[in-house]
């Protein structure tokens, strides 16, 4: 069974950065594609960034414009998300995902409050 563990979410200001880390527990960490998607309150859930297996490839969703990064290191096992420049629109519970073929592995989420 593969436990995805986040953190790194808190409330901030609108224009503050944050960076969200996912460790994971599995030693297939670096066979996966690895992801960030949010659900703000009362939304369904958003893909927001994506990260190929080795780190080269990355895809993000349109809204987040430049100011969020996702990278990996294999060795840790873990992803992260830099976000900077964030909005109130950013509040949400940020979930990684993990994809051996599908988004078959997930965490439990941390929750990012941006205020105006």
């Known amino acids: 069974q593969v436990q995805l563990v986040e953190s790194g979410g808190g409330s901030v200001q609108a224009g503050a950065d944050l960076r969200l880390s996912c460790a994971a527990s599995?030693?297939?960490?670096?066979?996966?594609?690895l992801a960030w998607f949010r659900q703000a309150p009362g939304k369904g859930r958003e893909f927001v960034a994506v990260?190929?297996?080795?780190?080269?490839?990355?895809n993000y969703a349109d809204f987040v414009k430049g100011r969020f990064t996702i990278s990996r290191d294999n060795a840790k096992n873990t992803v992260w998300l830099q976000m900077s420049n964030l909005e109130p629109d950013d509040s949400a519970l940020y979930y990684c995902?993990?994809?051996?073929?599908?988004?078959?592995?997930w965490g439990q989420g941390t929750r990012v409050t941006v205020s105006s």
């Open positions: 599995t030693r297939f960490f670096s066979t996966y594609n």
């Open positions: 995902a993990a994809a051996p073929a599908e988004y078959d592995y």
């Open positions: 990260v190929n297996f080795n780190g080269v490839r990355t």
